[in-house]
Nanobody
Framework: QVQLQESGPGLVKPSQTLSLTCIVP?????????WSWIRQLPGKGLEWIGY???????AYNPSLNWRASISRHTSKNQFTLQLTSVTPEDTAVYYC??????????WGQGTPVSVSS
């Protein structure tokens, strides 16, 4: 079973940009599937952030006020989330997953991110 792997800083200061990377072992992110970022806020359910498709198309959850941006590095078979102007309300466990918006079949283990000065 393929498992994705997230990496990034565990602590980010308010107003900075959060950057996370997801490594996809095996296969190719450019030939098929959609690749998403999802987060779980403390005490709340999962929130879909956005995806990048195998074609390179992207889509985002409008609730994030267009602060999210997803890009990819095809030679490394990985994709990256950037979330600008973070606040303490962005503190969460962030996951990368294979899937579009509601249905995900392969996940990373999750990486906790705290936004604090």
């Amino acid at each position: 079973q393929v498992q994705l792997q997230e990496s990034g800083p565990g602590l980010v200061k308010p107003s900075q940009t959060l950057s996370l990377t997801c490594i996809v072992p095996g296969g190719s992110i450019t030939t098929t599937y959609y690749w998403s970022w999802i987060r779980q806020l403390p005490g709340k359910g999962l929130e879909w952030i956005g995806y990048i498709a195998y074609s390179g198309d992207t889509a985002y959850n409008p609730s994030l006020n267009w602060r999210a941006s997803i890009s990819r590095h095809t030679s490394k078979n990985q994709f990256t989330l950037q979330l600008t102007s973070v606040t303490p309300e962005d503190t969460a466990v962030y996951y990368c997953a294979r899937g579009k918006t509601l249905d995900f079949d392969v996940w990373g283990q999750g990486t906790p991110v705290s936004v604090s000065s």
